[in-house]
């Protein structure tokens, strides 16, 4: 890999990005969006100036890892644990639901099979995929609405963080039956031992940040500091326990999140996530996708996929919300904000690829997902919000 083509590949990122950013904020629409749709045009699909390679990749992923440590400070922990059960509830729906449209989405398209075949355990694995929550650009978008520590910000975080650990236990089933050398128990007793030692020992690392942050207020070291947890508690999770790297990210920024200067932690790191590893991140959506050599079957099946992916999540999220109190639009403001695939869904189906559980062909499918998601959610999101902000606005005029 040569160094020279890659700072030429972040220059022409990096340019791009900002400046559909910025057009993206001018029609009124979260720069995020700018962002995924600088990566399209410069990807392989229309441009191919810049092809995505291993060094881009990781620093992709180091961006969603900073996202979601962000996402982490910022959450407000004793809403955390209001919204624990009802967020609980919204990410078993949000698992069933398109689980099972998933499955049979394939079986419509490609013929029922009978229980425990290979071709019903490719259509289960098909809703496996589906599963999957990408919380990173609901959180990007929510937080330039300003909702990211509401009740119902804390809610879709909380759910989505919890679906994604549902999502991957059944993954590990589903492959169990696969595999045979696969341990499903091992997984599920990993990832409860995970939430456990990380309640014990955030105690004590909470203890020892609070001390230094009292001695040493305001200081870089305090950042930095919590930067080393963030990437450990990464790596432990995904490497030690099984659980993907993202949820480990946000159980450090959870443990973190009320020091007295959290917001100065959270405002360091946002430097460098803003100004590199966000980018490339969103950028890199747009890199994935080769739209070359896709027939009009796997067409259909894509559009298909799509749709049902996002109503499931809408319908298991919104009408669970429902039930567990939220009114109105809300339901409907979860649901949305629960249906954005990324990172998450890339590493179902590719291992799903590994494992011999489904067709490379699909991968088009799932990058059509992620992009198709990605763009829409936080739109529609901030269409939501706007509707209700004026809403807002209008009866305090009345009032006045």
Not at 72 to 87: F, I
Not at 178 to 189: E, H
Not at 307 to 312: G, K, M, P, R, S
Not at 330 to 336: A, M, Q
């Amino acid at each position: 890999m040569d160094v020279l083509s890659i700072f030429k590949d972040l220059a022409i990122i990096m340019l791009f990005a900002k400046i559909f950013g910025l057009l993206a904020r001018k029609l009124k629409a979260p720069q995020v969006v700018g962002e995924i749709v600088a990566g399209l045009l410069i990807g392989p699909s229309l441009l191919g100036w810049v092809q995505l390679n291993d060094f881009l990749s990781i620093c992709a992923q180091i961006g969603v890892v900073m996202l979601m440590f962000s996402a982490g400070l910022g959450t407000n922990l004793r809403d955390l644990l209001k919204t624990g059960p009802k967020a609980l509830a919204i990410a078993c729906a949000g698992v069933a639901v398109p689980l099972a449209g998933g499955a049979l989405l394939y079986q419509c398209f490609y013929g029922f099979a009978p229980w425990g075949s290979e071709k019903f355990l490719t259509a289960v694995f098909i809703g496996v995929i589906m599963t999957a929550t990408s919380v990173s650009i609901t959180v990007e978008t929510l937080k330039e609405l300003g909702k990211l520590k509401s009740k119902l910000g804390t809610t879709i975080l909380s759910a989505a963080i919890i679906d994604d650990v549902i999502g991957i236990l059944v993954l590990t089933f589903v492959v169990g039956f696969k595999d045979p050398d696969s341990n499903p128990l091992r997984v599920g007793f990993s990832t409860i031992v995970f939430f456990a030692l990380a309640v014990v020992v955030g105690f004590v690392i909470y203890k020892v940040f609070k001390f230094v942050d009292k001695r040493y207020p305001r200081t870089h070291r305090i950042p930095i500091f919590a930067l080393v947890l963030c990437f450990g508690f990464s790596y432990l999770a995904e490497k030690v326990f099984g659980i993907a790297d993202i949820t480990g990210a946000y159980v450090a920024g959870i443990i973190l999140c009320n020091l007295r200067d959290s917001d100065y932690i959270e405002e360091k790191l946002d430097i460098n996530s803003y100004m590199i590893f966000a980018p490339i991140f969103f950028a890199s959506i747009g890199l994935k996708t080769n739209i070359e050599g896709i027939g009009w079957d796997l067409v259909l099946f894509s559009l298909a996929f799509v749709a049902v992916a996002l109503v499931t999540k809408i319908i298991g999220c919104g009408a669970v919300s429902r039930l567990c109190g939220f009114r109105g639009k809300d339901t409907l403001r979860i649901g949305v904000g629960m249906m954005t695939r990324g990172e998450v869904a890339l590493i179902v189906a590719q291992r799903g690829l590994s494992e011999g559980m489904i067709d490379s062909v699909y991968f088009t499918s799932v990058i059509l997902l992620i992009i198709v998601s990605s763009i829409a959610t936080p739109i529609i999101l901030k269409l939501l919000f706007r509707e209700k902000t004026e809403k807002n606005d209008t009866t305090e005029e009345i009032r006045a």
